[in-house]
């Protein structure tokens, strides 16, 4: 039995098709990487895992069951852009999500639970690399500072699924090479099964198990509405997730992927 299985989902607005028979099995502790062209639908795969958006056809089930329609901590994001509140320290946009958990209408904890939630906080700061930042505001960081911010945030309720839409893609390269590190530490500290969304091709197999390729096999040019992308490409990288790089954070593919086209019925 797959950790998550997609079976035949079908993402479609109106008469407009983005995704079509999409059907994947994707085992407990990948990683995932996503690539494709503009407007494959690679956001909006992600959107229907992390259940903003409901797929017009299909199912999908975690470990056999139903996934929940709604996003639950079972599920952790992030965004390109920064998903933090300005008007929050560090510590503090790092608590809200325990907050929220705890005391739903006012987002406050009082005594002992708050005493817990911010050493709870602060040790996913550690892990970060924020711990000496806890104090400062959004405004006060660097973009790379805020995004390890907002990875503390996603993590912060233990999820199992961790989604990164883009995460990368605005920051200098020298602090995208170090987000690498800090990922793929913290994907294999956690036990995280990670499904990455990257325009960047190198990006996606620097850090994936993984690799599938969004895009239409169908055109019609009087229609272009008409078909969806599907998974054209799946490709399986042979490594395991304990396999680094002597310098301890990026790493290469073993032996060169083989490539597989539409082995399970996505075209």
């Given at each position: ?33 996503i ?31 139903p996934?929940?329609?709604?996003c ?6 992030v ?9 929050l320290?560090?510590?503090?946009n ?22 817990a ?8 700061l ?6 000496d ?8 960081m ?9 990875i ?8 199992r ?41 190198k ?21 272009p ?17 304990g ?25």
């Amino acid at each position: 039995m797959a950790f998550l299985a997609l079976k035949n989902i079908w993402v479609e607005y109106g008469e407009k098709v983005v995704l079509e028979r999409i059907t994947l099995d994707i085992a407990e502790g990948a990683f995932v990487s996503i690539i494709g062209p503009s407007g494959a639908g690679k956001s909006s795969l992600l959107r229907v895992i992390l259940g903003q958006e409901r797929p017009t056809r299909g199912t999908i089930s975690l470990e056999g069951a139903p996934l929940p329609a709604e996003c639950g901590p079972d599920r952790g994001v992030v965004f390109q852009r920064y998903s933090v509140f300005p008007h929050l320290t560090v510590l503090g946009n790092t608590m809200i999500g325990l907050e929220f958990a705890a005391a739903p209408l006012t987002a406050r904890l009082f005594g002992s639970a708050r005493r817990a939630a911010q050493a709870e906080a602060e040790a996913m700061l550690e892990q970060v690399g924020l711990a000496d930042s806890r104090h400062l505001y959004p405004a006060q960081m660097s973009g790379g500072m805020q995004q390890r911010l907002a990875i503390a945030q996603a993590l912060i309720k233990r999820p199992r699924i961790l989604l990164l839409d883009e995460p990368f893609g605005a920051l200098d390269p020298g602090i995208r090479a170090d987000m690498h590190g800090l990922i793929t530490r913290l994907w294999r500290e956690h036990g995280l099964t990670v499904i990455m969304v990257t325009h960047d091709i190198k990006e996606a197999f620097t850090l994936g198990t993984r690799v599938l390729t969004l895009d239409k096999r169908r055109h019609d040019p009087h229609a272009p509405h008409r078909y969806g992308a599907g998974v054209v490409y799946d490709l399986a990288l042979t490594r395991k997730a304990g396999d680094l790089h002597p310098g301890g954070t990026a790493w290469e593919p073993d032996v060169q992927p083989s490539i597989t086209i539409d082995t399970i019925g996505n075209n």
